[in-house]
């Protein structure tokens, strides 16, 4: 009698383990679906950004649709247009998935390429990063631009900025197709307070700053400045 009882718990037991298993390599499977799929749309965004398409005819940002979340992100940029003086339509800006890009950022030590979006709202820092600070501001202009981006701790957005080091290169590309390279002149953690670094004297160039979650706490930020070569 004891022994069908420990037989039956011992199966129903083996059957749960098996289950969790599964489960458990069907939602790791998802995520690095999920991982990649991120990383080459987004790839495929800046390998599109800044070039001049000339199109019969196109979507402006008013008429963007709302997507149904089963789009891919490369479906989803689309680009205000102005006309040409020969009379054809000229693209002069870039969305993903609904957002405008700002620009485009390269960081070749981490293997990081994305685009830069104008504002930093929940959903849009889910597919790409964005300007924190000043929103509005176009890139590679005078003073100091703080770019935010999440540290999911998987390889996606900012989640390697930690294996950046003083002297390591940025490339930011901007509206106008200007590609700007900067040098990372300082790196270190602060508490997701602080913004006393925002506003800074970068006498007369053009900085950036990298903002984002450290791997031990959400309360930390990890902080990277760099100034236009």
Same mark, same amino acid.
């Given at each position: 009698?004891?022994?069908?009882?420990?037989?039956?718990?011992?199966?129903?037991?083996?059957?749960?383990?098996?289950?969790?298993?599964?489960?458990?390599?069907?939602?790791?499977?998802?995520?690095?679906?999920?991982?990649?799929?991120?990383?080459?749309?987004?790839?495929?965004?800046?390998?599109?950004? @800044?070039?001049?398409?000339?199109?019969?005819?196109?979507?402006?940002?008013?008429?963007?649709?709302?997507?149904? @979340?089963?789009?891919?992100?490369?479906?989803?940029?689309?680009?205000?247009?102005?006309?040409?003086?020969?009379?054809?339509?000229?693209?002069?800006?870039?969305?993903?998935?609904?957002?405008?890009?700002?620009?485009?950022?390269?960081?070749?030590?981490?293997?990081?390429?994305?685009?830069?979006?104008?504002?930093?709202?929940?959903?849009?820092?889910?597919?790409?990063?964005?300007?924190?600070?000043?929103?509005?501001?176009?890139?590679?202009?005078?003073?100091?631009?703080?770019?935010?981006?999440?540290?999911?701790?998987?390889?996606?957005?900012?989640?390697?900025?930690?294996?950046?080091?003083?002297?390591?290169?940025?490339?930011?590309?901007?509206?106008?197709?200007?590609?700007?390279?900067?040098?990372?002149?300082?790196?270190?953690?602060?508490?997701?307070?602080?913004?006393?670094?925002?506003?800074?004297?970068?006498?007369?160039?053009?900085?950036?700053?990298?903002?984002?979650?450290?791997?031990?706490?959400?309360?930390?930020?990890?902080?990277?400045?760099?100034?236009?070569?």
């Amino acid at each position: 009698m004891f022994e069908k009882k420990y037989s039956k718990a011992l199966t129903i037991t083996l059957v749960v383990s098996i289950i969790a298993i599964v489960g458990l390599l069907g939602f790791l499977g998802y995520e690095l679906y999920q991982k990649n799929k991120i990383e080459k749309e987004a790839a495929s965004s800046v390998d599109e950004f @800044g070039q001049d398409f000339l199109v019969e005819e196109g979507p402006t940002q008013e008429n963007v649709a709302e997507t149904d @979340g089963n789009t891919s992100l490369s479906d989803q940029i689309d680009t205000t247009q102005t006309t040409t003086p020969t009379g054809q339509t000229k693209t002069k800006k870039l969305y993903l998935d609904k957002y405008p890009m700002a620009g485009t950022m390269e960081i070749p030590k981490i293997n990081f390429k994305y685009p830069v979006l104008e504002e930093p709202s929940k959903k849009a820092i889910e597919v790409a990063v964005a300007v924190l600070y000043p929103v509005g501001q176009e890139l590679n202009t005078p003073g100091n631009i703080v770019i935010f981006g999440h540290n999911y701790r998987n390889g996606l957005f900012f989640s390697n900025n930690k294996k950046l080091e003083i002297g390591d290169k940025i490339y930011i590309t901007d509206n106008n197709n200007k590609k700007v390279t900067y040098t990372i002149y300082n790196k270190f953690e602060t508490n997701s307070e602080d913004t006393s670094f925002y506003q800074r004297d970068t006498a007369g160039k053009a900085e950036i700053t990298l903002s984002t979650c450290t791997d031990n706490s959400d309360n930390q930020r990890l902080i990277i400045l760099a100034r236009e070569d």
